[in-house]
Protein backbone atom coordinates (compact mmCIF):
# COMPACT_ATOMS: atom_id res chain seq x y z
CA UNK A 1 0.00 0.00 0.00
CA UNK A 2 2.78 2.02 0.85
CA UNK A 3 4.79 1.53 -2.16
CA UNK A 4 5.60 3.24 -5.36
CA UNK A 5 6.70 1.04 -8.23
CA UNK A 6 8.91 2.31 -10.57
CA UNK A 7 9.54 1.01 -13.82
CA UNK A 8 12.23 0.31 -15.79
CA UNK A 9 15.61 0.09 -13.41
CA UNK A 10 17.45 1.37 -16.72
CA UNK A 11 17.07 2.33 -20.02
CA UNK A 12 19.30 4.07 -22.67
CA UNK A 13 17.97 6.72 -25.37
CA UNK A 14 19.52 8.19 -27.72
CA UNK A 15 20.17 11.73 -27.91
CA UNK A 16 17.18 13.59 -29.19
CA UNK A 17 15.17 10.57 -28.34
CA UNK A 18 12.17 10.77 -25.21
CA UNK A 19 12.30 8.90 -22.46
CA UNK A 20 9.79 7.78 -20.64
CA UNK A 21 9.74 6.66 -16.73
CA UNK A 22 7.08 4.91 -15.35
CA UNK A 23 5.66 4.76 -11.77
CA UNK A 24 2.52 3.11 -10.11
CA UNK A 25 1.11 3.58 -6.73
CA UNK A 26 -1.77 1.71 -4.75
CA UNK A 27 -2.54 4.31 -2.27
CA UNK A 28 -5.16 6.60 -3.09
CA UNK A 29 -4.16 8.75 -0.12
CA UNK A 30 -0.99 9.64 -1.64
CA UNK A 31 -1.59 13.71 -2.27
CA UNK A 32 1.46 14.81 -4.02
CA UNK A 33 4.13 12.92 -6.64
CA UNK A 34 7.13 14.82 -6.83
CA UNK A 35 10.20 13.84 -9.47
CA UNK A 36 14.12 13.63 -8.46
CA UNK A 37 16.88 13.90 -10.57
CA UNK A 38 20.19 12.65 -9.11
CA UNK A 39 23.79 12.92 -10.86
CA UNK A 40 26.31 10.98 -10.07
CA UNK A 41 28.49 12.06 -6.45
CA UNK A 42 25.15 14.26 -5.69
CA UNK A 43 22.47 13.81 -3.30
CA UNK A 44 18.34 14.16 -5.28
CA UNK A 45 16.81 17.02 -6.10
CA UNK A 46 13.70 18.38 -6.90
CA UNK A 47 12.95 18.34 -10.82
CA UNK A 48 8.90 18.39 -11.13
CA UNK A 49 5.75 17.85 -9.57
CA UNK A 50 1.91 17.18 -9.91
CA UNK A 51 -0.76 16.86 -7.75
CA UNK A 52 -3.58 14.58 -8.34
CA UNK A 53 -6.08 16.76 -9.48
CA UNK A 54 -4.11 17.61 -12.60
CA UNK A 55 -3.61 15.13 -15.56
CA UNK A 56 -0.43 16.98 -16.42
CA UNK A 57 2.25 19.02 -15.96
CA UNK A 58 5.09 20.35 -18.08
CA UNK A 59 8.30 22.28 -16.94
CA UNK A 60 10.52 23.05 -19.92
CA UNK A 61 11.57 19.74 -21.64
CA UNK A 62 10.31 17.58 -18.89
CA UNK A 63 6.66 16.51 -18.70
CA UNK A 64 3.89 14.38 -16.16
CA UNK A 65 1.31 12.83 -17.10
CA UNK A 66 -0.85 11.75 -14.15
CA UNK A 67 -3.89 8.86 -14.50
CA UNK A 68 -5.80 8.92 -11.44
CA UNK A 69 -8.02 5.85 -12.41
CA UNK A 70 -5.36 3.84 -13.21
CA UNK A 71 -2.89 4.93 -10.14
CA UNK A 72 -0.24 5.84 -12.50
CA UNK A 73 2.18 8.73 -13.53
CA UNK A 74 5.13 8.90 -15.76
CA UNK A 75 8.07 11.32 -16.87
CA UNK A 76 8.60 12.07 -20.56
CA UNK A 77 11.98 14.16 -21.28
CA UNK A 78 11.48 15.84 -24.92
CA UNK A 79 14.66 16.01 -26.74
CA UNK A 80 16.80 14.19 -24.43
CA UNK A 81 20.39 15.54 -24.29
CA UNK A 82 23.76 13.76 -22.34
CA UNK A 83 23.76 16.11 -19.68
CA UNK A 84 20.03 14.22 -18.99
CA UNK A 85 21.58 11.26 -17.57
CA UNK A 86 21.61 10.93 -13.98
CA UNK A 87 19.04 8.65 -11.92
CA UNK A 88 15.25 9.43 -11.77
CA UNK A 89 13.26 8.44 -9.04
CA UNK A 90 9.50 9.10 -8.75
CA UNK A 91 7.86 9.42 -4.99
CA UNK A 92 4.40 10.16 -3.51
CA UNK A 93 3.54 12.07 -0.01
CA UNK A 94 1.05 9.79 2.06
CA UNK A 95 -1.37 10.90 4.93
CA UNK A 96 1.87 11.13 7.25
CA UNK A 97 3.88 13.61 5.14
CA UNK A 98 6.81 11.33 4.56
CA UNK A 99 7.63 10.89 0.68
CA UNK A 100 8.02 7.23 -0.62
CA UNK A 101 10.36 6.86 -3.20
CA UNK A 102 10.63 4.39 -6.48
CA UNK A 103 13.58 2.24 -6.46
CA UNK A 104 14.92 4.79 -9.29
CA UNK A 105 15.75 4.41 -12.60
CA UNK A 106 18.97 4.85 -14.61
CA UNK A 107 18.84 6.82 -17.59
CA UNK A 108 21.60 7.32 -20.37
CA UNK A 109 21.36 9.48 -23.16
CA UNK A 110 23.89 8.44 -25.80
CA UNK A 111 25.20 11.40 -28.05
CA UNK B 1 19.25 28.48 -1.90
CA UNK B 2 18.76 26.21 1.28
CA UNK B 3 21.75 24.18 1.78
CA UNK B 4 22.02 20.48 3.09
CA UNK B 5 25.66 20.11 4.27
CA UNK B 6 27.07 16.28 5.27
CA UNK B 7 30.07 16.40 7.27
CA UNK B 8 31.81 13.83 5.56
CA UNK B 9 32.04 12.79 1.90
CA UNK B 10 33.50 9.54 2.54
CA UNK B 11 34.16 7.80 5.61
CA UNK B 12 35.86 4.25 6.22
CA UNK B 13 35.01 2.56 9.80
CA UNK B 14 36.06 0.02 11.31
CA UNK B 15 33.00 -3.17 12.46
CA UNK B 16 32.03 -2.44 16.10
CA UNK B 17 32.83 1.29 16.10
CA UNK B 18 30.21 4.15 17.01
CA UNK B 19 29.66 6.28 13.98
CA UNK B 20 28.27 9.87 14.09
CA UNK B 21 26.75 11.44 10.26
CA UNK B 22 26.60 14.41 10.69
CA UNK B 23 24.13 16.95 8.66
CA UNK B 24 23.67 20.66 8.81
CA UNK B 25 20.91 23.17 6.79
CA UNK B 26 21.16 26.92 6.86
CA UNK B 27 17.18 27.73 5.98
CA UNK B 28 15.51 27.25 9.39
CA UNK B 29 13.67 24.17 7.78
CA UNK B 30 11.65 22.08 10.82
CA UNK B 31 11.84 18.52 8.77
CA UNK B 32 14.86 16.56 8.74
CA UNK B 33 15.45 13.24 7.18
CA UNK B 34 17.84 10.43 6.99
CA UNK B 35 18.04 7.83 4.35
CA UNK B 36 20.38 5.33 3.06
CA UNK B 37 20.77 4.54 -0.93
CA UNK B 38 21.40 1.07 -1.98
CA UNK B 39 21.28 -0.21 -5.71
CA UNK B 40 18.51 -1.78 -6.55
CA UNK B 41 17.10 -0.74 -3.44
CA UNK B 42 16.14 2.92 -3.75
CA UNK B 43 15.86 5.17 -0.52
CA UNK B 44 14.89 3.91 2.56
CA UNK B 45 14.25 5.96 5.53
CA UNK B 46 15.80 5.83 8.60
CA UNK B 47 15.09 8.27 10.75
CA UNK B 48 12.72 11.94 10.61
CA UNK B 49 12.36 14.42 13.07
CA UNK B 50 9.57 17.05 12.72
CA UNK B 51 11.49 19.46 14.87
CA UNK B 52 13.92 19.75 17.56
CA UNK B 53 14.14 17.30 20.66
CA UNK B 54 11.39 15.17 17.71
CA UNK B 55 12.22 12.00 16.12
CA UNK B 56 10.57 9.14 15.00
CA UNK B 57 11.48 5.74 13.28
CA UNK B 58 11.29 5.70 9.72
CA UNK B 59 11.34 2.19 7.64
CA UNK B 60 14.65 0.55 8.60
CA UNK B 61 15.69 1.95 12.05
CA UNK B 62 17.25 -0.72 13.54
CA UNK B 63 21.13 -0.11 14.27
CA UNK B 64 20.78 3.21 13.91
CA UNK B 65 19.83 6.36 16.39
CA UNK B 66 19.38 9.97 15.91
CA UNK B 67 20.05 13.27 17.72
CA UNK B 68 18.02 16.77 16.96
CA UNK B 69 19.59 19.25 19.69
CA UNK B 70 19.47 22.33 17.45
CA UNK B 71 16.85 23.17 14.63
CA UNK B 72 19.62 23.34 11.76
CA UNK B 73 21.36 19.93 12.81
CA UNK B 74 20.40 16.51 12.41
CA UNK B 75 22.86 13.54 13.43
CA UNK B 76 22.65 9.99 12.95
CA UNK B 77 24.32 7.86 15.04
CA UNK B 78 25.44 4.06 14.09
CA UNK B 79 25.77 2.49 17.81
CA UNK B 80 27.98 -0.76 16.54
CA UNK B 81 28.55 -0.03 13.02
CA UNK B 82 28.35 -3.73 11.17
CA UNK B 83 29.19 -4.21 7.50
CA UNK B 84 25.72 -4.24 6.07
CA UNK B 85 25.45 -0.28 7.48
CA UNK B 86 28.08 0.29 4.23
CA UNK B 87 26.00 2.16 2.10
CA UNK B 88 25.51 5.94 0.70
CA UNK B 89 23.76 7.94 3.57
CA UNK B 90 22.01 10.88 2.75
CA UNK B 91 20.54 13.81 4.91
CA UNK B 92 17.48 16.24 3.73
CA UNK B 93 15.66 18.73 5.20
CA UNK B 94 11.97 20.54 4.14
CA UNK B 95 10.18 23.50 5.15
CA UNK B 96 7.46 21.58 7.24
CA UNK B 97 5.11 18.71 6.88
CA UNK B 98 3.45 20.46 4.40
CA UNK B 99 6.37 21.86 2.72
CA UNK B 100 6.75 20.69 -0.99
CA UNK B 101 9.78 18.82 -1.66
CA UNK B 102 13.14 17.73 0.15
CA UNK B 103 16.39 19.63 -0.03
CA UNK B 104 19.01 16.90 -0.27
CA UNK B 105 22.36 16.95 0.82
CA UNK B 106 25.43 15.21 -1.19
CA UNK B 107 25.64 12.31 0.52
CA UNK B 108 28.22 10.34 2.94
CA UNK B 109 29.44 7.26 1.49
CA UNK B 110 30.15 4.95 4.72
CA UNK B 111 32.31 1.71 4.39
CA UNK B 112 32.14 -0.49 7.22
CA UNK B 113 35.35 -2.59 7.19
Known amino acids: QQQVKQSPQSLIVQKGGIPIINCAYE??????FPWYQQFPGKGPALLIA?????SEKKEGRFTISFNKSAKQFSLHIMDSQPGDSATYFC??????????FGKGTRLHILP | DVKVTQSSRYLVKRTGEKVFLECVQDMDHENMFWYRQDPGLGLRLIYFSYDVKMKEKGDIPEGYSVSREKKERFSLILESASTNQTSMYLC????????????FGSGTRLTVV
Open chain 2, 92 to 103: ASRWGRTGHGYT
Open chain 1, 91 to 100: AARNRDDKII
Open chain 1, 27 to 32: NTAFDY
Open chain 1, 50 to 54: IRPDV
